[in-house]
Structure formats: C-alpha cells, structure tokens
C-alpha cells in the first residue's frame, strides 16, 4: 500500500511472507530518510535509515530501497510476523533543514 | 524505552481551556521536537527547539506555543482550547545534532493524548 491523502491505507499479509511498504516522498533535495513503525497507544519507533547517495540498506528483516528519480521509498520486511502488526511512516528530512516530514502511514495487519 | 519522557499521558479538559504539555528529551540530546498527530493521521511538524533556541516552524498554530529550558525540558503551551485540537502530541528529540542541524533520526516518546470535551 502507498501512503497518500488522508486516509490509512491497509496491507494485510499472512504470517509468514514478505511485506513491502511503499511511500512517495515529496521533495527532490531530501537527504536523509527513515522508516518508523508505531504500534497502538506507542510512540514512533525507529526501523531503519537511509541517505540519499544509498540506493539499498538492509538490517535485521528488513530492507529499505530509495529510488531517486521517481522519490518512491520502499520497506521490505522478511517472514512477516504479528507483531510487525503496526502502522508504518516514512519520513524525510529536507537537506539543510531541520524538519522531517512524515507521510501518513501504511497500517499492516498480519494474519496468522 | 527511547529515554524521551512526556508528560502528562493523558490530559481530558474543556473548550477554551489552557493546557501544558512537558518533554524531557534524551541525556544529552540539545534538540526537542514537537509533532501532532490526530486519529488515523500522520504527524505533523509543529516546532523544533535546539538548545533553548527555536530553529524551525511548521504548522503550529498561534494559540500555540512553545519553549526549551536550560536544562534542555521543553513545554508544549496549548490555548483557547478547540475540539479540533483533540489528538496525540509526540515530542522527539535527535540523537546527533551538530550546531542545531539534525544528523541522525529522532527519538520519540509515547505521547500525551489531549481530549477536548
């Protein structure tokens, strides 16, 4: 699912397989970019990151891709489980600025 | 834990009331951020703080306001209080931060949920 407009866009996956998060982000000059996954009632809690002159970074389970040209921003999460059941935000940092702005969030519900 | 504490976490009051919101950010961090979120929405950038100085606006409102104290806590001032302001206010603060531009990601803390009846 991708993140756009007000509304929360769901992707339900079953446990198990592959998840991808999609997000387009909006200005050309962000220089920085991260993943969050905020759980019911919780704070945002980071994923992953990744900077413009990267196209791929992986972590444990997950793997974000950024691709420039079209400024889409992905998340992959491997062998999905239930508590991956989240909303998930990516943000971007503008360069030289010092705010990042948030997208409005994918919600992921992983069936058992 | 992100070592960010809000308080309080959850705040019920009335139209037109006066509310304060209370972050303490990471030891050590000199940066304080300060988002809204309402239901099913994302967060919105209100302000950011780097050692008591404000360094960047976003979409805050007049009614409110905020500062950042020598010991580094910020407060989140919420006036003339509205329905529409009804939400979860997040404060973050950033773990790398070189002459107030933020180099790392932000750490979050759990919210406070603000109701207006």
């Known amino acids: 699912g991708e993140s756009v407009g007000l509304h929360l866009p769901t992707l339900s996956v079953q446990e198990g397989d592959n998840s991808i998060i999609n997000c387009a982000y909006s200005n050309s000059a962000s220089d920085y970019f991260i993943w969050y996954k905020q759980e019911s009632g919780k704070g945002p809690q980071f994923i992953i990151d990744?900077?413009?002159?990267?196209d791929k970074r992986q972590g444990q389970r997950v793997t974000v891709l950024l691709n420039k040209t079209v400024k889409h921003l992905s998340l992959q999460i491997a062998a999905t489980q239930p508590g991956d059941s989240a909303v998930y935000f990516c943000a971007e940092k503008w360069n030289n600025f010092n705010k990042f702005y948030f997208g409005s969030g994918t919600k992921l519900n992983v069936k058992p | 834990d992100s070592g960010v504490t809000q308080t309080p976490k959850h705040l019920i009051t009335a139209t037109g009331q006066r509310v304060t919101l209370r972050c303490s950010p990471r030891?050590?961090?000199?940066?304080v951020y300060w988002y809204q979120q309402s239901l099913d929405q994302g967060l919105q950038f209100l302000i950011q703080?780097?050692?008591?100085?404000?360094?960047a606006k976003g979409n805050i409102l007049e009614r409110f306001s905020a500062q950042q104290f020598p010991d580094l806590h910020s407060e989140l001032n919420l006036s003339s209080l509205e329905l529409g302001d009804s939400a979860l206010y997040f404060c973050a603060s950033s773990v790398r931060t070189s002459g107030g531009a933020n180099t790392g990601e932000l750490f979050f803390g759990e919210g406070s949920r603000l109701t207006v009846l």
């Open positions: 703080y780097y050692n008591g100085e404000e360094r």
């Open positions: 990744i900077r413009s002159n990267m």
């Open positions: 030891s050590g961090d000199l940066s």
